[in-house]
């Protein structure tokens, strides 16, 4: 029995080999058949599809916009934040107490240096000014008796009918009178001072603030907020920064012109405001922004500056004379730097690599390379290559015509 099973192994461990293959080739030959139909005709139908597109791409040309370059002067300016800071600001404090009796101003009123502002009741001042004066007329009496005691004592010592010790007396004692009657005159003249402090004027001209105090309140010499602020706006200052890049340009800049012009725009940076010129320059760079502080003066007649304001300024620097200028959606950059897309007469793009100075809003100064009345792509760069075919949409600004309506067109 032993020996029936020993000889069925062999063949039942062949069979279950021919199994496993069996299966094993009918999986494989699903699976290829299953990515073939599935790969090959995306393949197929991708290539063909690229192969149509690529063709379409090379022959149609691009479509730009396009500028023609022109030659002029070129402004140069340095750009700055500045704030607005008044010539003189004076806060207008009474120097004597009292009451309120008058106010002669009106709120935001321009003044001139000298005006009447407010009055501090006066009749407190005026009774000390006559006791002053009455104790000066009482002293001078005085002084003047002693003066003729002592002509007389001088007469009679002459005569040897007086001693000398008397005589030297009368002289002191007219001195003395003479020292009280300086002291009565400044009496008078410190009571005349404080009346007029009791009449508080514009100490300068400018244009007067919000009242702190009304009529009818008791003053003070040492209130702290004062009567009213007046600013001086003509002319007025401004307080504004540089980057400590320009410095040089900005001292050789000012060694060679007696003033440069400063312009004052508000904050968006579109209006302008003032016209001024460079004030100072301060003597030292903020170590912690790496700016220098420089200060311009504005006439501002029509007023349109007010202290603290937060304004731009654009400083001119320099003129560029006869320089080529383009827009700077036109400079291109790569690796190797700047370049632009110009328009041959063929209708192709010639790569053309420049160099750039200054820009000034959206025109860019460009120094070399590329000549006056030159056309340049502004717009449509993306599919542009050396020597690629364009078809010009745009020129400055206005749509170009078609000359080639009849031709025909690709699908």
């Known amino acids: 029995m032993k020996k029936d099973n020993l000889h069925q192994s062999p063949k039942r461990h062949t069979f279950a080999l021919l199994i496993s293959l069996f299966i094993l080739a009918i999986i494989g030959t699903g699976f290829y058949f299953q990515h073939s139909s599935t790969t090959t005709p995306d393949k197929k139908h991708n290539k063909s599809n690229n192969g149509k597109r690529g063709h379409d791409d090379e022959d149609k040309p691009a479509i730009v916009s ?51 502002l407010a009055e501090i009741d006066p009749r407190p001042f005026q009774i000390q000014l006559q006791q002053a004066e009455g104790q000066l007329l009482r002293d001078e ?67 007067i603030g919000l009242r702190q105090v009304d009529q009818g309140n008791i003053v003070h010499a040492n209130d702290t907020n004062g009567l009213v602020v007046i600013t001086q706006l003509q002319p007025i200052n401004v ?3 540089l980057p400590e890049d320009n410095i040089q340009a900005l001292i050789q800049r000012k060694k060679n012109t007696e003033s440069i012009s400063i312009t004052a725009y508000d904050r968006a940076g579109k209006t302008k405001l003032a016209e001024g010129k460079l004030l100072a320059i301060d003597n030292q760079i903020d170590p912690t922004t790496g ?79 590329l000549a006056p009345n030159e056309i340049v792509v502004l717009e449509g760069v993306d599919r542009l290559h050396e020597g690629s075919q364009i078809d010009i949409a745009k020129k400055d600004g206005q749509p170009v015509a078609k000359s080639d309506d009849k031709s025909p067109k690709h699908e």
């Open 66 to 116: 396009v500028e023609t370059t022109n030659k002029a002067d070129f402004p140069v300016y340095l750009n700055g934040l500045g704030t607005v800071t008044a010539l003189r600001t004076v806060t207008v404090r009474p120097r004597v107490d009292g009451e309120l009796v008058r106010v002669a101003f009106s709120e935001g009123q321009t003044v001139k240096e000298g005006d009447l």
């Open 141 to 207: 009496a005085l002084l003047k008796n002693a003066e003729i005691d002592y002509e007389r004592y001088k007469t009679l010592l002459a005569q040897d009918s007086i001693a000398a010790q008397q005589t030297a007396t009368q002289a002191s004692q007219v001195k003395q009178y003479q020292g009280i009657v300086e002291m009565d005159k400044a009496q008078v003249n410190n009571a005349k001072l404080q009346l007029t402090y009791a009449h508080l004027t514009a100490p300068i001209s400018g244009k």
């Open 239 to 241: 307080v504004f920064t």
């Open 291 to 369: 700016t220098l502080k420089l200060k311009a003066q504005f006439d501002n007649h029509d007023g349109v500056l007010f202290a603290n304001q937060f304004v731009n300024i654009k400083m001119h620097l320099d003129t560029l004379k006869d320089v080529t200028q383009v827009s700077s959606a036109a400079i291109q950059n790569d690796t190797q730097g700047a370049f632009v897309y110009v328009i041959t007469p063929e209708k192709t793009v010639q790569i053309r690599r420049v160099t750039l100075g200054a820009t000034e809003g959206d025109k860019v100064a460009v120094t070399n390379n």
